[in-house]
């Protein structure tokens, strides 16, 4: 049952991989044999995973706003988890491709369904992570970038198209990844409380361990 479904979302993957490796490619972090590395590899075959988690969730393919906006986190994932670990910094580019993404297909979806107060709402909580991030940026003095408040608004308003519960789950499941990853590194001397720790993994990671697991 749902053969085409299956197929076309594998598909979706596997073109979807092509962005990838062009985003990898442009921040000079794609391996030199490419998907022929074993990295390379790796990191194709966490893509199309990824992807298919965006557009099944539930274990049957779906095609709506939410599943599509959530493939395009699938997409990016891979280049941005590299390129903040390296860098620390979340390219904006990306970042502001996110946001506008979730807005294209959430409008789409509410032009189609008439649902414009559902379309408002999503707007609301996917505001809510910005707002939230917006503060610790102004409070940190450094500690926390825009590159991250730019994510988290990406990131809440794609889990926003789904649920309310989606959004707060995503982020309060990366603030939990991030505080254990960050507790360890104190207690094994591996860092202090100076110690820059890129966030962007871990808002990318609470998004989907929720989206899977928190809908």
Known sequence: MHVFEWLAAVAAGVA?????????????????????????????????????????????PQFGAASLAAAAVALVTAPLVLIDRRDQRLPNP???????????????????????????FALIWGAIPFALFFVMVLASRGGVGMGD??????????????????TLSSMATGFLIGGVFALVKLLSKQANRKTQIPFGPFLLAGFWVAYLLFR
């Open 149 to 166: 408040a730019k994510l988290a608004a990406g990131l809440g308003l794609t889990a926003a198209l789904t649920s309310g519960r989606l």
């Open 16 to 60: 979807g991989m092509v962005v990838t490796f062009r985003l990898l490619a442009d921040a000079d972090l794609l391996p030199p044999k490419g998907i022929r590395s074993v990295r390379g590899a790796s990191i194709g075959a966490v893509t199309l995973l990824l992807v298919l988690i965006a557009l099944a969730p539930t274990g049957t």
């Open 94 to 120: 990306i970042t502001y491709s996110l946001v506008a993404i979730a807005l294209i297909f959430g409008a789409e979806a509410a032009l189609v369904s008439g649902d414009w107060a559902g379309f408002g």
